[in-house]
């Protein structure tokens, strides 16, 4: 297969390569960029690979940069822009599951491709187009199949992490995993505990933000991968019942996925902050799944109210509209989005008022006044008090003589 036209990614790369090549040595494009430019589907990185060594890269082109090379990988500085060059490599001796012992340089293309993964990952591609498939990625391609290179037993023992990568690929692209591949996984699946859960974090996001969401829960279900990644297992039937839906249109970010999923598996406040916590995200990612869910529940039985609009936020109030349309309520965006505009204030900070002023007109300073200024901040949202200086003096005094 020769690609004509190839995609404005590789036009600058190009130069690179015909510089390695004009050196003596081979130089492709690898991977995802070349799987991705067959698929016509948008481009995320050029990876570059060559027979030429790390020392030999480095003397070939002026100015680089030892990025990780003792794994192979220099980058070069070339008209302004950088580039990743990796030599071809073999690995050996995966003792920990996920990265090899031993790396050792080779001149082979082949040798290097078939170190990798799956074997639509296993293209490379010459700066002319021309495509090079030694494990039959192509026609993997046309099939719309994702099957390990070589045995996937090995594969598998050698980098534990592939399993969750399959199941992603095939939600991204909405492809079947090949029979014995998807038996190895299966065989293999109690192996995912060795793995940290940041890097199954990433790929189950990806996963879940996939063409083909509902195929990866199943396949996490079928080949027991789900029961060994966090807090799921124990959710195994939910999980089954969310992959009947198709979810996939209304899933477009990180918060959104993890809203919609603590929504189907009925999780309060505590059981949120345990699931993300177990799944190592972030402290501002649980808030704001917590403030979706939030939402999400308001929405879904016309519950909404003021108060949950101006907490939750303009972005995350999207976002809970998304996950309640993918449980299928009807959700009149527009009068929601048009409620949260005509809302008195959208931050604290809007308010007329604040400490300093307060303290000037004799509050002190302490719990108490903050407890004060929470209080304006509810009644200003419910339009119990207008937000202008004498209202919300007025209002403080007597909110400060009930206490």
Known sequence: MKIENLPNEFTDARKVLQVIEDAGYQAYFVGGSVRDTILHTRIHDVDIASSAYPEEIKSIFKKTIDTGI?????TVMYDGKSYEITTFRTESGYQDYRRPDQVTFVRSLKDDLKRRDFTINALAMKENGEVIDLFGGIDDLKKHIIRAVGDPEQRFNEDTLRMMRAVRFASKLDFTIEADTFTAITKHSYLLKK???????????????????????????????????????????????????????????????????????????????????????????????????????????????????????????????????????????????????????????ELKING????????KPGPQLGRVLKRLEQAVVSEQVNNDYDSLLAASKKIMNRQ
């Open 70 to 74: 003792e794994h192979g990988t220099v």
């Open 195 to 349: 793995i940290a859960v940041e890097r199954i974090n990433v790929e189950f996001v990806k996963m879940m933000l996939g063409k083909a969401p509902s195929r990866g829960l199943n396949q996490m279900i079928e080949t027991k991968l789900i029961q060994y990644v966090p807090i799921f297992n124990n959710y195994v039937s939910n999980i089954a019942d969310l992959a009947t839906l198709s979810i996939s249109d209304y899933l477009n970010n990180e918060t959104q996925v993890w809203s919609l999923l603590a929504v189907q598996c009925g999780l309060n406040d505590d059981q949120i902050n345990h699931m993300m916590k177990a799944w190592k995200c972030s402290n501002k990612l649980t808030e704001n799944v917590r403030l979706v869910v939030l939402a999400c529940r308001k929405i879904m039985t016309d519950n909404l109210d003021a108060m949950t609009m101006y907490l939750v936020g303009k972005e995350d109030l999207d976002n809970a509209c998304q996950i309640a349309l993918a449980f299928g309520h009807l959700v009149d965006d527009d009068r929601i989005e048009n409620e949260y505009e005509h809302l008195p204030i959208k931050s604290k900070n």
């Open 356 to 363: 300093k002023i307060l303290i000037n007109h004799g509050f």
